[in-house]
């Protein structure tokens, strides 16, 4: 099965919206276990992600670490953000793991747990990413670029325990949030 072949409805769930840890919850910075895609409980995990970043604005990405569950799983969406340039959708992954990352660009990120501060980032703008599907058993590879190549490194991060606060150069490189009305 292709990524493209996948949708949230394939879940077969509903998902629920769950609150979002923030910094500086200890959860934050805790690795995340790998996971049994197939496990019902990871297939339910995967659609509360999802309803929870649809249910918060700007959103492109949430880890499970992110909603106090300290496992291997995120998801990410950053169809029709204006930075984006390729766009697969809505997907969840499970155990996912960098294969190749190449062409290292300086970026401006956010986050839901660090919802005051953004910060300029240094991360690969070509990625390459395998993974599995929740509800399923093999292996994808996604390959993506540029903004949302970004936000699967984000994700990644806090799947290893890791906030972008953790990859900023200094703090030159952290801003306050911007808030329009």
Do not use: I
């Not at 805790?30 to 990871?42: H, I, L, T, Y």
């Amino acid at each position: 099965m292709s990524l493209f072949d996948w949708t949230e409805r394939d879940l077969g769930v509903p998902g629920h919206v769950l609150p979002v840890l923030r910094t500086p919850d200890p959860m934050l910075s805790g690795r995340s276990d790998p996971v049994d895609p197939a496990d019902p409980k990871v297939v339910q995990l995967a659609a509360d992600l999802v309803a929870t970043m649809r249910a918060s604005p700007g959103c492109v990405g949430l880890a499970a670490s992110q909603v106090g569950v300290a496992l291997q799983v995120f998801c990410v969406d950053v169809s029709g953000h204006v930075k984006a340039r390729t766009a697969h959708g809505v997907f969840v992954l499970c155990n996912a793991e960098v294969l190749a990352a190449s062409q290292v660009e300086k970026g401006r990120e956010g986050c839901l747990s660090v919802p005051d501060l953004t910060g300029d980032v240094r991360r690969a703008a070509r990625l390459s990413v395998a993974g599995v599907l929740p509800g399923r058993a093999d292996q994808l590879t996604l390959q993506t670029d540029a903004f949302e190549a970004r936000a699967v490194q984000h994700e990644l991060d806090h799947c290893a325990g890791m906030l972008f606060l953790d990859r900023v150069a200094g703090a030159h490189a952290v801003y306050p949030r911007r808030r329009y009305l």
